[in-house]
């Protein structure tokens, strides 16, 4: 039987992550599988096309519409039948961008352009990891909920997402600026990996769930008056609006 080639070993192998026995490895086992090579050429198309869209970003000044984001006011949370219609129509999403979006006050939409590319980092770095995905292990979870609602500043439940066959892996500590933010990180018994980021939303603005297709990955993100939320994954996008929608749930608990 052919040896099956994970998912996170064809990121680790684009990234120039894997040498000498292991990157042999996986290049005999290329050779054999056209769908794994298929895959791999989407990885790296897909890195070439976020270097493309956002290495410029680097060298740009912060732009006005998120510099007034930061003085933005509290608006009313997205209601429970507006996510309940949403997951309701997820089995309906085909590719491309699909999204149901209200605009925050004083510049929210510019809060949330930077989420999918977060979630998609967070993805790329830490997914293929099988050593250290995480800093601390899903048994520890009460910890893990505890020390990220103390860095990010806001009271934070960690969804549990058994129900979707789902298991926690564990989270660390990400940088947001100067700030804390938070990664949280699921798998399913295929080893098929979902990264959530989590931050505190100082603009205390508001954006209902957004889905976009990126290459191979699929990110959900929205927009909260005290947090924001992103998820990225190989997950598809039906199968994402389904998990977001009881992240939501499980968020919405506030630890």
Known sequence: MMEVIENWALHAYADGELQGEEKAKIEKLL???AEARRVLADIRAQKAELH??????LTENVPPQLLRAAKGVPVLKPS??????????GTMLIGGAVGWSIRGLDGG????????????????????????????????KDHLQMWLSKRIGVALS??????????????????????????IMYEDAAKRRLVVYVAGNP??????????????????FWVEPDMVYSMAGPQSQAEMTTLAQALHEGFDKQG
């Open 203 to 220: 603009s205390h603005t508001e954006e209902a769930l957004k889905i976009e297709q990126h290459g191979p990955l699929v990110t959900c």
């Open 109 to 140: 939409t510019a809060v949330a352009e930077a989420l999918p590319q977060r979630a998609l980092d967070a993805f790329t770095v830490y997914s293929p990891e099988t050593k250290h995905p995480v800093e601390v292990l899903g048994a520890d």
């Open 158 to 183: 960690i969804p549990d997402l058994t129900p979707q066959g789902y298991t926690l892996v564990g989270g660390r500590l990400l940088p947001d600026g100067a700030k804390a933010a938070g990664l």
């Open 52 to 57: 493309k869209a956002y290495d410029g970003v």
């Open 80 to 89: 429970r039948n507006r996510w309940a219609m949403v997951a309701a129509l």
């Open 31 to 33: 050779a054999g599988d």
